[in-house]
């Protein structure tokens, strides 16, 4: 069945380092795909979503890139900060459909 | 432009009782989806609603429903709380069917004692 794999569960990096969190589908269909960031205690947030017929994306420290024929895209986060601590969670869907299939989560410490 | 909203924030019951939580989406949105994340895992799609209808649920059982209003707001009836459904239950709301970004409200919380 679909399915997104997500990787690793658990990211610590040193404040300024950079982060990388990588997610791989499993189907050929899906073409958005979003990144949400969920701190203690609140909903997801989106802060990032490519499609694809973009294969990368930037947003000030935050980058996706999306390589459609490995079905691989990736979450890359320069410079981080310990307000970027919390956990990542990558989707995929098709457009028409309501359907996201989300990665099971990155909980990404950033070190002071 | 406001977010989406749930209420309450923290629902506690007992077990066999039953769950009411609520959802306004964002304005102009009329798909409104519900998601249960249990603690520590990841987001398990529930149901969607739109333009008052039920499009799709997913594997849980009949005592997980709910409605869409008018105004497409949402309301998440849990019927015969069990201890597992102790959760936090999250809705999401986007432009119709064929709009892809889930906007999320804050969730509501419930522990089933």
């Known amino acids: 069945g679909e399915n997104v794999e997500q990787h690793p569960s658990t990211l610590s990096v040193q404040e300024g380092d950079s982060a990388v969190i990588k997610c791989t589908y499993s189907d050929s269909a899906s073409n958005y795909f979003p990144w949400y960031k969920q701190e203690l205690g609140k909903g997801p947030q989106l802060i990032i979503d490519?499609?694809?017929?973009?294969g990368e994306k930037k947003d000030q420290r935050i980058a996706v890139t999306l390589n459609k024929t490995a079905k691989h895209f990736s979450l890359h986060i320069t410079e981080t900060q310990p307000e970027d601590s919390a956990v990542y969670f990558c989707?995929?869907?098709?457009?028409?459909?309501?359907?996201?299939?989300f990665g099971t989560g990155t909980r990404l410490k950033v070190l002071a | 432009e406001a977010g989406v909203t749930q209420s309450p924030t923290h629902l506690i019951k007992t077990r066999g009782q039953q769950a009411t939580l609520r959802c306004s989406p964002i304005?102009?949105?009329?798909?409104v989806y519900w998601y249960q994340q249990a603690l520590g895992l990841g987001l398990q799609f529930l149901l969607w609603y739109d333009e008052g209808e039920e499009r799709n649920r997913g594997n849980f059982p009949p005592r997980f429903s709910g409605r869409q209003f008018p105004n497409y707001s949402s309301e998440l009836n849990v019927n015969a709380l069990e201890l597992e459904d102790s959760a936090l239950y999250l809705c999401a709301s986007s432009h119709g069917t064929t709009g892809e970004t889930q906007y999320f409200g804050p969730g509501t919380r419930l522990l089933v004692l």
């Open positions: 989707a995929a869907s098709t457009s028409g459909t309501y359907k996201y299939i």
């Open positions: 304005s102009g949105h009329t798909s």
């Open positions: 490519i499609r694809s017929n973009v």
